[in-house]
């Protein structure tokens, strides 16, 4: 079963919308490889992908928030921190045994919970604000936008 992402979450800067589409284009091959029976490799390789997409994804949210003036800009950055966190920990656990299917079941559960609890939620309501923002001009100067 793929997992559909749809127009709405795109924002109109193709910097984070580049991010959000490779986000669920390799979720989607995590799904299908495990149908496959080949959800252990495709779980190596979204750990690496998830390892590149927060180090690159995060800091460009971070850099709009923080240039646009978004009241939550905090527990938005803490959130991606508690991400970083639990990747290096999968991460850890990867490397030290064998990938079991509960791990990649784990993994998969993990990802899911982040689209539904920060994908859904926090960053769509700093992708509402930026839109907002991008709508009325009226963010602060140094905001790119
Ligand atoms: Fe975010």
Same mark, same amino acid.
């Given at each position: 079963?793929?997992?559909?992402? $749809? ?9 984070? =919308?580049?991010?959000? @589409? ?13 149908? *496959? ?30 240039? %646009?003036?978004?009241?939550? %800009? ?10 970083? @966190?639990?990747?290096?920990y999968l991460r ?8 079991? $299917?509960?791990?990649?079941? @784990? ?5 899911? =919970? ?9 960053? @769509? ?14 963010? *602060?100067?140094? %905001?790119?936008?």
């Amino acid at each position: 079963m793929a997992m559909q992402w $749809t127009e709405h979450v795109l924002i109109g800067i193709d910097e984070i =919308d580049i991010g959000i @589409k490779e986000f669920f284009r390799r979720m989607n091959n995590l799904l299908v490889a495990m149908s *496959r029976g080949r959800g252990r490799w495709e779980t190596r390789e979204m750990i690496g992908f998830l390892e590149d997409f927060a180090s690159a994804h995060f800091s460009i949210e971070e850099r709009y928030m923080a240039e %646009c003036g978004y009241p939550d %800009c905090e527990s938005h950055r803490e959130e991606h921190e508690g991400f970083i @966190k639990d990747l290096a920990y999968l991460r850890g656990e990867y490397e030290a045994g064998e990938v079991t $299917t509960f791990f990649v079941l @784990k993994v998969e559960r993990w990802v899911y =919970d982040w689209i539904i609890h920060h994908v859904g939620k926090t960053d @769509k309501a700093l992708y509402d604000f930026l839109r907002g923002g991008m709508r009325n001009r009226e963010m *602060r100067p140094d %905001c790119t936008l």
